[in-house]
């Protein structure tokens, strides 16, 4: 019996060593196919990427070796998927049994052999199983892996290394094993493969791929490369075809062209509008607009949906900053009286620290004012105090008014510091009253900006 073992692992070996010649075939990238929903197919050089919803791939501009390629992007739901599954199978089983398959089946094929080899003279009746069944494994995995190639072959090696298997696992003591039927998965139904394409069905394929190209720009330049390559190959092209689609690219670039035209006009025209409208606060004008908008991209025959949909946003943004612009105009319309009535209170106050803007900077530089002026000037503030210390401001103008009312004092304040210093001389004092009335000069400016501006209708930046 284990001559006879010997003997079928022997035959098995030596048939694995000499199965696959060596020497593999130099081939170019496959040409693959994708199969559209409507029956047609368009050549695809080497392989092609599905992006989420898209597939880009690279159409080939001639049959040679290294053809000249346009890339293309087309949705992915034109594409049926299982014909050209199938037939992109077919046509990598084909082009690696061309290339590299014999090579990869003999290196295979020796590594199996070596193993063998090594089963019939491992003593180890345990480890004789191991690795006879790991060497079947590996086998049985070939095809599935590499294509489907050399199936029939491997089949017939793997019946005559189940025979061995059941009786290393019978001198190894298992009493109860199953028995690896030898079952060959039938492999995938085969597209037949197409002939590489002609010159004109490439120019057929480059126009269909204009029709399916989702964007307006790679659409003009799919079309351009037609009208291109129907120039460069005009001697392989029947003569009244290649006239009739050469003149159907170049009415479709020019109507492109046109589209673009009219989309460009057509979102000038209504952003311009759009943002008159948003600075007037006109929310049922943007609604209009964004109507109207709408009525003529139906009348283009909607067309470009990206751009229509950029201007539709920007519609959008300006009919919200129209309402917060609205509320806010209309809230500032019910405070104007209040706000009014807070300005002529202030008058005086406002007045006063504006005429103190002289000599506070005088006071802050050192330099002065004379003691006529600073006392006229603190006549002045005295008198206007209760105008800033009696005043209730409108809640909108609350921060402003505490602004104003810090640089009152500290006004007020660099006023009877800087008379101090004159009548006692004190250079400190002096000091102190010029960075007090630099602190007046930058608060009062601060907050007589607010008020000013809280005083005016708002309006957009």
């Not at 019946?159 to 492999?187: H, K, Y």
Request: aromatic share 4%.
């Amino acid at each position: 019996m284990h001559a006879w073992r010997t003997a079928v692992m022997a035959a098995l070996s030596a048939a694995l060593t000499t199965a696959a010649p060596a020497g593999a075939q130099p081939a170019d990238t496959p040409l693959l196919r994708l199969f559209l929903t409507d029956g047609t197919s368009l050549t695809c050089y080497g392989e092609w990427v599905r992006l989420d919803d898209k597939v880009v791939f690279s159409l080939p501009l001639s049959a040679s070796g290294t053809p000249e390629l346009q890339l293309i992007t087309l949705p992915a739901t034109r594409v049926d998927w299982a014909r050209t599954d199938r037939y992109a199978q077919t046509a990598r089983s084909v082009h690696y049994a061309s290339t590299r398959a014999e090579d990869d089946f003999a290196q295979f094929s020796n590594q199996v052999a070596a193993v063998l080899t090594g089963v019939a003279r491992e003593p180890d009746a345990t480890r004789r199983l191991a690795q006879a069944e790991a060497a079947r494994t590996a086998l049985a995995e070939w095809p599935r892996q590499h294509y489907g190639y050399r199936t029939t072959d491997v089949q017939q090696m793997l019946a005559l290394l189940d025979e061995v298997i059941v009786g290393l696992r019978a001198s190894a003591g298992q009493d109860q094993f199953e028995l690896n039927l030898v079952s060959a998965t039938p492999p995938p139904a085969a597209e037949t493969l197409l002939p590489a394409p002609s010159a004109a069905q490439l120019a057929e394929e480059l126009l269909a791929a204009s029709t399916l190209a989702e964007s307006p720009v790679e659409r003009t330049t799919l079309l351009e490369r037609l009208v291109s390559f129907i120039d460069r190959a005009a001697a392989l092209l029947p003569t009244s075809w290649a006239t009739a689609v050469r003149t159907t690219a170049l009415g479709s670039i020019a109507s492109e062209r046109a589209t673009d035209a009219a989309y460009a006009k057509l979102a000038a025209a209504t952003l311009d509008r759009a943002s008159t409208r948003t600075r007037a606060a006109d929310v049922r004008g943007l609604e209009r607009l964004r109507a109207d908008t709408l009525k003529a991209d139906r009348q283009l025959g909607g067309q470009r949906p990206a751009e229509m949909t950029a201007i539709l946003a920007a519609i959008d943004t300006g009919t919200e900053s129209a309402r917060r612009l609205r509320l806010a105009r209309d809230q500032w319309r019910l405070m104007a009286p209040a706000y009014r009535s807070y300005q002529r209170a202030m008058r005086p106050a406002m007045r006063a620290l504006a005429e103190a803007d002289a000599p506070l900077g005088d006071i802050r530089a050192q330099a002065g004012p004379s003691p006529g002026v600073l006392k006229r000037v603190m006549n002045r503030f005295y008198r206007a105090r209760p105008a800033v210390t009696g005043t209730n401001p409108p809640p909108p103008l609350a921060a402003a008014h505490a602004l104003l009312q810090s640089a009152w004092d500290l006004a007020d304040n660099a006023l009877k510091l800087r008379m101090r210093a004159v009548e006692t001389g004190d250079q400190a004092r002096a000091s102190d009253a010029s960075a007090a009335a630099a602190g007046a000069l930058m608060l009062s400016q601060r907050a007589r900006d607010d008020i000013a501006q809280a005083m005016k209708a708002p309006a957009l930046p």
